[in-house]
């Protein structure tokens, strides 16, 4: 296979927040584009987080971190 001729993986379609165990768009409804950057073309949409987002992820992540997975060592963690 000559160089270039290898194709790269792309994200396409909608590009959402993982928060809490789930996937949702922020929730202020606004996102962007992901722009091919080879044809210029939208490829997708990428969903912005809000603040009231990022406080829900943090929130989230440190209620994680007080349960099991807080107390887990990093090779526990790996066999998840």
Do not use: C, H, Y
């Amino acid at each position: 296979m000559a160089r270039g001729d290898t194709e790269l993986p792309s994200v396409t379609g909608e590009v959402m927040n993982f928060i809490d165990g789930e996937f949702r768009r922020g929730s202020e409804g606004r996102s962007f584009a992901n722009v091919d950057p080879v044809s210029g073309g939208e490829i997708g949409r990428v969903f912005e987080a809000s603040e009231a987002d990022v406080d829900a992820a943090v929130q989230a992540a440190r209620r994680a971190l007080e349960g099991p997975w807080g107390r887990m060592t990093t090779p526990e963690r790996v066999k998840i």
